[in-house]
Nanobody, 122 residues
Framework: QVQLVQSGGGLVQPGGSLRLSCAASGFSLNSGAIGWFRQAPGKEREGVACLKNRDGRTIYIDSVKGRFTISKDSGKNTVYLQMNSLKPEDTAVYYC???????????????WGQGTQVTVSW
């Protein structure tokens, strides 16, 4: 059974850091891609970062470049999203997803994590 189980998230002050984890089971992270998406209230789900599993190539949206880092631990079959210098506008529910190619297009992704809330506020 293919599953993506997320952990991490929570409440952090502006300028702080959080790390999200996405543990895959039922399949290997040796091929395809993992994407991180987020959805703020009243907004569409948007791609934040993605990683091509085979060669480690990464893509980020402009608003998180230099602040967020997507990475993978193949031994643990887990992908991470390290988020630094967080801003209130980063507040959203964050999802990881698995798909065949590294893209910010959410329709390409077949399997999704359960989502985790990230709130950046004083």
């Amino acid at each position: 059974q293919v599953q993506l189980v997320q952990s991490g998230g929570g409440l952090v002050q502006p300028g702080g850091s959080l790390r999200l984890s996405c543990a895959a089971s039922g399949f290997s992270l040796n091929s395809g891609a993992i994407g991180w998406f987020r959805q703020a209230p009243g907004k569409e789900r948007e791609g934040v970062a993605c990683l091509k599993n085979r060669d480690g190539r990464t893509i980020y949206i402009d608003s998180v470049k230099g602040r967020f880092t997507i990475s993978k631990d193949s031994g643990k079959n887990t992908v991470y999203l390290q988020m630094n210098s967080l801003k209130p506008e980063d507040t959203a529910v964050y999802y990881c997803a698995s798909g065949p190619i590294a893209t910010m297009e959410k329709r390409v992704y077949s399997y999704w994590g359960q989502g985790t809330q990230v709130t950046v506020s004083w």
